[in-house]
């Protein structure tokens, strides 16, 4: 079924069991299945404007949110961030859906939701798709992305500074960012400055403890049966033939869809490709 009205979006907040409210955008309510769209680490929901958009005119209900510390989403107040609140917050939302959703996850987003599938609830997702993400990754790929993050502690004087520096970090995106696509990625401070959505102790909380989990992500991996798709960017420096290669050993029923032109940011590099693949396995699975 295709829509020929391009579905209207509607914002909601989600309390989670210790009271941090999340930002959670809604397309196509009545829709069928549904999908919960994860986003990384320093995304927001909005990393999946342009594919939730397309998917729920093919009749998808879609559901995005951003993750606690992000974007409209509530930060800690003593900034004490932990993956298993993440995994927490998570396995709320998908069981605050009317049906079993089909989870898509981007970077953490897809460790958080191999943690859920593989070691919390297995049956809580109908099918996982990880967005150029295995549970062990090349260090050299995450590292360049935290110095991007940690390089501007002060922050912007205006929105076409902050326009260049992302057009620097991505030099392979023709054009740059407008003010508008700009404005949901940054704060005003009391100072004037612009910063990060982010909350800036997300960087000594979870990203600190990152790899040690590697192990329990690898064993969560290793005890997922539900369908899954694995998206990954030909151009990826997080992702590599050897950490596919090991993933599709632990999840030998798990499908490897690469997309040659896309580096990490997947959505962002190849839309309309990544929407496709994702349509395809979302018939598949009925």
């Not at 690469?258 to 395809?280: C, K, S, Y």
Request: proline share 6%.
């Amino acid at each position: 079924m295709v829509i020929a009205t391009p579905p209207v979006s509607t914002m909601s907040r989600f309390v989670t069991s210790d009271g941090v409210g999340l930002a959670v955008e809604l397309r196509h309510p009545e829709g069928a299945p549904s999908l919960l769209f994860a986003h990384g680490f320093g995304q927001t929901r909005g990393a999946w404007n342009a594919a939730a958009t397309a998917l729920a005119q093919e009749g998808c209900r879609c559901v995005s949110f951003d993750t606690r510390g992000h974007g409209e989403s509530d930060r800690l107040p003593g900034g004490d961030y932990h993956m298993e609140q993440f995994v927490s917050d998570l396995v709320q939302l998908g069981n605050a859906q009317p049906s079993r959703p089909v989870l898509i996850g981007a970077s953490m987003g897809g460790l958080i939701g191999l943690v859920v599938a593989g070691e919390i609830d297995p049956s809580l997702f109908r099918a996982l798709v990880l967005v150029d993400i295995t549970p062990r990754w090349e260090t050299a790929g995450v590292e360049r992305i935290l110095a991007f993050m940690q390089a501007h502690p002060d922050g912007f004087a205006d929105y076409a500074e902050a326009a260049e520096q992302i057009a620097a970090y991505l030099p392979h995106r023709a054009g740059r960012k407008s003010e508008e696509q700009l404005r949901p990625l940054l704060r005003e401070g009391a100072d004037g400055r612009l910063r990060w959505h982010w909350d800036p102790a997300l960087l000594g909380g979870v990203v600190s403890e990152s790899e040690r989990y590697q192990p329990r992500l690898m064993a969560a991996a290793a005890k997922v049966q539900v369908p899954v798709l694995l998206l990954s960017g030909g151009r990826s420096d997080v992702v590599s033939r050897d950490t596919v290669g090991e993933f599709m050993q632990l999840v030998p029923h798990a499908e490897h869809v690469e997309l040659p032109r896309a580096t990490h940011m997947v959505a962002g590099d190849a839309n309309d490709a990544f929407t496709r693949e994702i349509a395809r396995f979302v018939r598949s699975l009925a």
